[in-house]
C-alpha cells in the first residue's frame, strides 16, 4: 500500500506526481528545484542559494514523510553545469555531515523552470 506525502513546507508539484510517496518503509522523494513554497519562484541568487533551497525542500518533504536526512538512504543531483558541482557538493554537505548516502550526479541539458539544479532522494520511514 503507498502513502502520498504533501506538505505546504515544499512547492507543490509542478506536474502530475506527488511530492513524495511511502511503500514497505520507504519514501522516494521527488525531485525537488528551487522554488520557493508558497510563492513557486525561483530562489534568488546563484548555484548556492538555489542548492540551499533544493535541500530545504527536499527536507521538508523527508520530514514531512516522518523521516529525518539521517536516514536518506540515496540521492540523484541533477546539474544544469557540472561546472557547479563543487558549490553544490559544498551545500549538500553540511545536510549529511557523518555517513552520507550513496549518490550520483549528472550534468543535464536543462532542468524545469530552466533552474540550476535538482535533487532527489530515497529515504527510510
Known amino acids: 500500500m503507498k502513502k502520498i506525502v504533501k506538505t505546504n513546507a515544499a512547492p507543490d508539484a509542478i506536474g502530475p506526481y506527488s511530492q513524495g510517496v511511502i511503500h514497505n518503509g520507504i519514501l522516494y ?16 541568487g546563484g548555484i548556492k542559494e538555489q542548492a540551499l533551497q533544493v535541500m ?19 540521492c540523484t543531483i541533477f546539474l544544469a553545469d557540472m561546472d557547479d558541482f563543487a558549490a ?4 549538500y554537505g553540511r545536510y549529511f ?7 550520483e ?7 524545469p523552470k530552466n533552474v540550476m539544479v535538482e535533487i532527489s532522494c530515497i529515504a527510510a520511514v
Do not use: F, H, Y
Not at 522523494?29 to 534568488?44: D, K
Not at 525542500?57 to 540515496?74: H, P, Q
Not at 553544490?88 to 551545500?91: A, D, F, K, R
Open 29 to 44: 522523494c521527488s525531485g525537488q528545484i528551487a522554488l520557493i513554497p508558497g510563492s513557486m519562484e525561483i530562489a534568488n
Open 56 to 74: 530545504e525542500n527536499m527536507k521538508s518533504v523527508v520530514e514531512a514523510a516522518g523521516s529525518n536526512m539521517d536516514n536518506v538512504l540515496k
Open 88 to 91: 553544490v557538493n559544498e551545500v
Open 97 to 103: 555531515k557523518s555517513d552520507p548516502p550513496a549518490r
Open 105 to 111: 550526479a549528472v550534468a543535464v541539458k536543462t532542468l
